[in-house]
């Protein structure tokens, strides 16, 4: 059976920084992605990137690729389409599935960057819509929402911001929320709430998504009113993310959103697995560079140990 020093789950930008520091570090390391690249969420990020220190990006992809091509340099080792199958934190190993082959992969320290996904509405209709590709970024896709007919789902940044970029170009916007409350910065309200394009719906939650080749109607239920269909083209679900536990969270301890609880050197309940970036209780504000930072302060501990 293959076993390494360090096995890290997930090559986002926290899972990358972890293993460029092993690899400088002299620690035996391998990462395991499930996809076929490297980069995690810098895919899903279309405006410009000022704010990493000594690199500047146009977008997700172009820091994709500046940190990818660093990682390679540094000859750091990885297995792509690779998915974890389970963890055994008693025997220290994971099982993985290439293709339609499975394998064990035994580890001394086991760092998790799975990172987070879009939370889902779970009604109707939702992954229907998602697997016929209908999943639209407000900046990315401003074209091909003009002149349609746009419902937002959530409270916060990316629901009003979206909202915001959209008002000017679609034929409609709703921005749709299930309470009176809102998470969003105040600049980005008071910018939807003033204009004319935004139509916002509060005490309003979707029950289910309706289209059989593309989204044509929502229903509503509301708090103030009876249910309702609402005609529209696309649907935006801006709920925030959820970190990706499920293979750990029966194992180390969680919050009860389900991020993995950890200490000042990013260990966990097992003090041979650690959690880096969206995954785990992580500063206030996070970001790639914290992340990248994270993943360095993992990498700094374990050497130490190992070198004992």
Known sequence: MQHVDVLIIGGGPAGISAAVWCKRLG?????????A??????????????????????????????????FIDMDCLYEANTKVISIDEHSKTVKVKQQEAEK????TYLI???GSSQ?????????????????????????????KRVALIG???????????LASKAKEVYLIHRSTHFKAREQYVEKVLSDPGVKVMTD???TAIHGKHRVTSIDLKSKNSDCGNLLVDAVLIRLGVAPNVELIKEKVTTTQSGLIVINEVHQSSNPSIYAIGDACTTPLFSSISSSAGQG?????????????
């Open 37 to 70: 690249q490297l980069g995690g969420q810098l895919f899903t990020i279309y405006n410009e990137i000022i704010d990493y220190p000594g690199i500047q990006a146009e977008n997700g992809i172009e820091m994709q690729r500046k940190m990818v091509q660093h």
């Open 119 to 147: 939370r889902k509405l779970g009604v109707p209709g939702e992954q229907q819509m998602i697997d016929r590709g209908e999943v639209y970024s407000a900046s990315a896709d401003g074209e091909r929402l003009t002149g």
């Open 27 to 35: 620690v035996e390391c391998l990462l395991l992605e499930e996809q």
């Open 104 to 107: 064990e992969i035994g580890y």
């Open 155 to 165: 409270g916060g940044d990316r629901a009003f911001e979206g909202a915001h970029l």
């Open 296 to 308: 360095a302060i993992v990498a700094k501990h374990v050497s130490s140990l190992l070198n004992d």
């Open 112 to 114: 998790l960057a799975t």
């Open 204 to 206: 309003t939650e979707v």
